[in-house]
C-alpha cells in the first residue's frame, strides 16, 4: 500500500489545505483555513485509499458524533463534520503547540507537571465515561498541549458507546498495545472505563520516567508485561498511584480517571492513600484468552529472560492471539545465560543463547563481562542495606557474602560464577575489578534471581542501587554483560528493570 500523497495547497469545499500536521490509521490531520468563516483549524480527512471501506467510514463517522456532543474544556472542540465530494472531514479546533510525546522525547517530566496534565485530561475522560462512552486509545500522541499547558483529549476514533459493537481495523484489535489494559487482550472480556484509567496510569508513568510501560523492544514482552508484571516502581511518591492505577483486576483499579489524578495531587502533598491497594500481577481469571501465556514461577527458568523482537503487522486478524501464543512458546523453552572460558584467557565472557521454537533459526549472541580497571562511582553501594555477617555460603574472602532483603531494592550484577571450586577466586578477581561492589549467592537470596545452573550455586558479584534511576545508571554505565534486577520474591526470574 503507497503512501497518499501530501494535498498541502489543494481545496476542499471551502478548505484550503495549509500543511499536513500528521498521518494516522484513522486519517491525515491538515491545518486548513476555513475561507468562509475565516479562521485556521485543524480538518482531519479519511485517507482516499479508505474512503470507500463501510468498518473505517463508520468509526470515522463515529468519532466525529461521539466528540462533537461531549461539553468539556480538555476535550478538543469539533467545529464541523461531514462529507464533501465523498471525502469525508472532521473539523477542530488548532493547537498552536505539541502533542504529550514531543514532550517527553525531551525528558522525563516534573512529577507536578506530569500530575497537571494527568488531571485535565481525568477530567475529559470523566466526562466521556458519563456521557457512556470509553476512549479506548488514550495515549501521549493523543494529548495536546498548547503554549500554557493546557491539555486537550483528541482523537476518539476507537471510542466505544455502551451497548455498541466493537469495530476494528481489518480485524485487528484496536488501539496502543503499549497502554492497552490486561482485559484488552480478551476475547469477551468487557472493555470500559477502567480500561481508560489503566492506560492514563500508565501515561503519568511514562512522564515522570519518560520511558514507555513494559518497553518498546517487543510485542511478547509488552503484552506479557501487561497481563503478567507489575510496572517497576519510579522511586518517587507517586508509586502507589500508578500501582492503584495498574492492578491487573479492573475491579482494583481507581474508580475515575478524576479518582486517579486526586490521588496523585494527595501523594505529592505527602498525604498518605486515601485507601488500601494490592496492585495484582497476573489478570484475573477469565479475563485474558484461552492462549494467555503461562508465566515461569520464580526461580523455574534461567535468567535474563530476553524475547525476540516480533515482527509487527497491522493487518493480521489475529494479531492480539498469535502475539500472545508466541510469549507462551518462547517462556515455554526459556534462555540460558552461563560463563564461558575464552581461550586461554582466564577472564569469562557472559554468553546469552535464545532458544526458540522448533522450526525457527537458533540465535546466539555473546556480550563480554571485560575486566575494568577503572571502578565505576556507585554512591549506591555504600547506602546498601545489606547484612555483612560470614553467613552460610561465605567464600572467606576479605569483603564478606551479603544476604540482602527481598523487599524490593534493585540491583546491578557484574559477574555471575558457576563453577565449583573456583568460586573464590573468581568472585575475588571480579571484586577487585569492581571496587565498592559486593556478592551474594542467589539460591540464598530472593526468588527473583536464577537459583542454580547445571544443579551448582550460583555466586554472583553486584552494586546496590538505592533507587531505581540510580540502579539504571549504573547498569548504563558498566554496560557490557551487567543486567539489573529487583530483589523480591514475586518479580518473574529474568525480569530487567532498566
Known amino acids: 500500500m503507497t503512501t497518499p500523497a501530501d494535498r498541502s495547497g489543494s481545496i476542499l469545499g471551502p478548505y484550503r489545505l495549509v500543511r499536513l500536521i500528521g498521518r494516522g490509521g484513522m486519517g491525515e490531520v491538515y491545518e486548513a483555513v476555513d475561507t468562509v468563516k475565516d479562521r485556521s ?16 467510514r463508520t468509526r470515522f463517522l463515529r468519532e466525529s458524533q461521539t466528540a462533537a456532543r461531549l461539553s468539556d474544556p480538555h476535550v478538543i472542540p469539533i467545529h464541523d463534520f461531514g462529507e464533501i465530494d465523498g471525502q469525508l472531514f472532521l473539523d477542530m479546533r488548532i493547537v498552536d ?23 485535565q485530561i481525568g477530567g475529559a475522560l470523566d466526562t466521556a465515561h458519563h456521557a457512556g462512552l470509553t476512549h479506548r486509545d488514550v495515549k501521549p500522541e493523543n494529548i495536546l498541549l498548547d503554549g500554557r499547558g493546557f491539555a486537550y483529549l483528541v482523537d476518539f476514533g476507537l471510542v466505544q458507546s455502551v451497548g455498541q459493537s466493537s469495530l476494528t481495523a481489518t480485524g485487528s484489535a484496536i488501539g496502543s498495545f503499549n497502554y492497552m489494559a490486561p482485559e484488552r487482550f480478551g476475547t ?8 481508560d484509567v489503566y492506560a492514563l496510569a500508565c501515561v503519568l508513568y511514562e512522564c515522570l520516567t519518560g520511558a514507555k510501560p513494559f518497553g518498546d523492544d517487543s510485542m511478547e514482552q509488552i503484552i506479557a508485561g501487561h497481563l503478567h508484571r507489575p510496572l517497576p516502581p519510579t522511586g518517587g511518591p507517586l508509586d502507589s498511584v500508578i500501582a492503584h492505577g495498574t492492578a491487573k483486576d479492573p475491579t482494583q483499579r481507581f474508580a475515575s480517571a478524576g479518582q486517579l489524578a486526586a490521588a496523585a495531587q494527595r501523594a505529592l502533598a505527602g498525604q498518605p492513600p486515601s485507601m488500601p491497594y494490592a496492585a495484582t500481577q497476573v489478570a484475573p481469571a477469565g479475563m485474558t484468552s484461552p492462549t494467555a ?51 586461554n584467557d582466564d577472564q569469562p565472557v557472559a554468553v546469552t543463547t535464545v532458544l526458540q521454537a522448533p522450526g525457527a533459526a537458533d540465535t546466539e549472541s555473546s556480550v563480554a563481562a571485560e575486566p575494568r580497571t577503572s571502578a565505576p562511582t556507585s554512591a549506591a553501594a555504600t547506602n546498601a542495606p545489606l547484612t555483612n555477617a560470614r553467613g552460610p555460603g561465605d567464600l572467606g574472602l576479605s569483603t564478606p557474602i551479603t544476604t540482602p532483603a527481598c523487599t524490593g531494592e534493585t540491583v546491578t550484577f557484574v559477574y555471575n560464577a558457576v563453577t565449583p571450586g573456583a568460586y573464590a577466586q573468581e568472585i575475588a578477581t571480579a571484586l577487585r575489578q569492581h571496587p565498592g561492589a559486593s556478592y551474594l549467592r542467589t539460591d540464598q537470596s530472593c526468588a527473583s534471581l536464577k537459583q542454580a545452573e547445571n544443579g551448582n550455586p550460583i555466586y554472583a558479584v553486584f552494586y546496590h542501587g538505592a533507587t531505581l534511576a540510580q540502579t539504571c545508571a549504573t547498569r548504563n554505565r558498566l554496560g557490557g554483560g551487567s543486567y539489573s534486577r529487583r530483589l523480591d520474591d514475586s518479580t518473574p526470574v529474568g525480569t530487567e528493570v532498566c
Open 41 to 56: 483549524v485543524a480538518l482531519k480527512l479519511l485517507p482516499p485509499h479508505l474512503a470507500h471501506d463501510e468498518d473505517y
Open 97 to 119: 503547540g505539541q502533542d504529550l510525546r514531543a514532550l517527553i522525547r525531551q525528558g522525563p517530566l516534573p512529577a507536578d507537571q506530569a500530575v497537571a496534565i494527568v488531571e
Open 188 to 195: 469477551d472480556a468487557p472493555v470500559g472505563p477502567p480500561a
Open 293 to 343: 501465556p503461562q508465566y515461569p514461577k520464580p526461580g523455574q527458568y534461567p535468567m535474563p529472560e530476553q524475547y525476540p523482537v516480533a515482527g509487527r503487522s497491522s493487518g493480521s486478524a489475529n494479531i492480539v492471539l498469535a502475539a500472545i501464543a508466541a510469549v507462551a512458546v518462547l517462556a515455554a523453552v526459556g534462555t540460558a545465560i552461563w560463563l564461558w572460558p575464552r581461550g
